[in-house]
């Protein structure tokens, strides 16, 4: 008989002083993320087109000293696999399509889920999933509220590259019960949920 396939448990950290170097070695090991923006685009510097990897990794490090960024990391036994970036949204400003988003804005969210990722060899295996839950968690503890995401639909679409699904597939969070607020872009929609 064949051996019953094994689920991955995973566990979660914040990102930390303590944890920058697994952090920092999941991106080193895929080309600094998108050629090296180093998960730069959501927090207010963004990722001009002027910057550097090296400077890209030098700011995302600065948050980490003064504590202005959220991101729940997931690791697989002492291995970082991925995260899920979440924060207020003075902290990760830049959402995409931002004028359209700011087009029928009537309320500001608490909180925003920013950017997923997943390390190549991991994917499918639950990972965002894990990192989503990390982060709803920390964000309830932090005393909840109205929690917005901007995922890609994926149904009734041809299948996507995981790239395009920086911001997370739909169909994950309306596993955890968000729901369409409305739509920024051809694919992407600003999705809320109350924690
Ligand atoms: C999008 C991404 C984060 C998904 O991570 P993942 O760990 O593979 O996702 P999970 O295994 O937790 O999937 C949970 C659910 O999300 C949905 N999902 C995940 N990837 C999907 C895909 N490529 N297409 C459609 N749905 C998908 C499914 O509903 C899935 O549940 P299922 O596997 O039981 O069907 C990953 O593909 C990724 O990292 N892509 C690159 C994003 C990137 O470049 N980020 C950095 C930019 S700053």
Redesign the pocket.
Known sequence: MPEPTKEPVYTTRPLSDDTWTDFAKLVEANNG??GG?W?M?FHPEGVGKGSTAAENREAKHDHVRKGTVHQVLVFDGDECV?WCQYGQPAEIPNVKNLKAYHKELTELPDWRIG?????KA???????????TGALAAIKEAGGGLVEAYPEQ?EDRE????????T??E??FE?FGFERDRRIAKWRWVMRRRV
């Open positions: 993320i998108w923006c998960c685009g991925g950017c997923l990722f997943t390390g991991n994917r499918r295996e639950g990972v965002a999933r894990a990192g989503l994926v299948p996507q590259r995981g790239a395009y699904l920086h997370g597939p169909n994950l596993e």
